[in-house]
């Protein structure tokens, strides 16, 4: 398994971008800003950015980078799920 950060930019306005939500709320995640997504996962990096492709428009960017355990933020809402011992780095 590994840990993931999964961010885009969805350009096309008024479009249903459900199924990308949809699509990533099935792995175990964390969403705590607008457009970045941490998922944990067994599927490697471009089998999410193909199935992210084809729920967005050609227009649209995806970027999926596998994360290491060593990482710095602040106030993120996230810090217990990344911090959580059940997480697959």
């Keep these: 398994m590994a840990v993931y950060l999964v961010t885009y930019d969805l350009r096309k306005p008024g479009r249903n ?4 939500h949809q699509y990533l709320k099935q792995f175990n995640h ?3 800003l ?3 997504w941490l998922l944990d ?3 490697p990096a471009p089998a999410i950015r193909d199935e992210l492709k084809s729920r967005i428009d050609a227009s649209d ?3 999926v980078i ?3 355990k060593n990482g710095a933020w602040w ?3 996230c810090s217990d799920w ?3 011992p059940s997480r697959n780095w």
Excluded at 17 to 20: D, I, K, L, T
Aim: net charge negative.
């Design 82 to 84: 990344i911090n959580s």
């Design 30 to 32: 964390c969403k705590d």
């Design 66 to 68: 596998r994360l290491q």
């Design 41 to 43: 996962t067994n599927e």
């Design 17 to 20: 971008y459900q199924p990308v």
């Design 61 to 63: 960017t995806v970027l």
């Design 75 to 77: 106030n993120y809402g």
């Design 34 to 36: 607008e457009s970045v």
